[in-house]
């Protein structure tokens, strides 16, 4: 967890990329190696970390970021390969690890200032990736899904103003 500037080191920086990104690269290099060919579909999971900021989250953004620019350029490397490859990016999902990275005090709080709904469901990122490996989307490659219902465009302190003057937003009375 990053809490400040001080927190930063390269040692740190290399071991997130190195457990989040270079999976993407390492795994589908030992496929080859291992099977003789690639895979046909290579679906990397990124989140709303290089758009959007999230307190102690800089490493795991910063591996993010890189996961969706390694996405694109070996895209461009598997271009004459049966290769496809993308990246998934969601918001939040309530897992284990979300609440490793944030504490167990998240969940409580996000919840008296969002609707139940705001976190996305595991099964939602599944489908996302079933879709893009069914064959049907063979078009699509080296880009980045986002899979949020859409809170990208609604999920802003206006919204949360209007649900608070609706009397839907838990909290108290504003002086």
């Known amino acids: 967890m990053i809490d400040s500037f001080e927190d930063y080191s390269l040692k740190g920086l290399q071991r997130t990329l190195s457990y989040s990104a270079w999976p993407m690269v390492g795994y589908t290099q030992r496929m080859h190696k291992v099977l003789g060919k690639f895979p046909n579909y290579i679906i990397a999971i990124s989140s709303t970390g290089p758009d959007h900021y999230s307190y102690g989250y800089d490493y795991v953004s910063a591996s993010k970021a890189v996961i969706e620019c390694m996405c694109r350029y070996l895209s461009y490397r598997f271009r004459e390969e049966a290769v496809i490859i993308n990246?998934?990016?969601?918001?939040?999902?309530?897992?284990?690890?979300?609440?490793t990275i944030f504490g167990k005090e998240l969940a409580p709080f996000v919840?008296?200032?969002v609707p139940d709904n705001y976190c996305i469901e595991a099964e939602e990122v599944a489908d996302a990736?079933?879709?893009?490996?069914?064959?049907y989307c063979d078009a699509i490659r080296g880009q980045t899904i986002t899979v949020d219902r859409g809170t990208?465009?609604?999920?802003?302190?206006?919204?949360?103003?209007t649900r608070y003057r609706k009397?839907?937003?838990n909290i108290k009375k504003l002086d």
């Open 87 to 99: 990246a998934v990016r969601s918001r939040a999902i309530k897992t284990q690890s979300l609440e």
């Open 111 to 113: 919840k008296k200032f």
């Open 129 to 135: 990736i079933v879709g893009l490996c069914s064959g």
């Open 152 to 161: 990208s465009f609604f999920d802003n302190f206006m919204d949360m103003y």
């Open 167 to 169: 009397g839907h937003l």
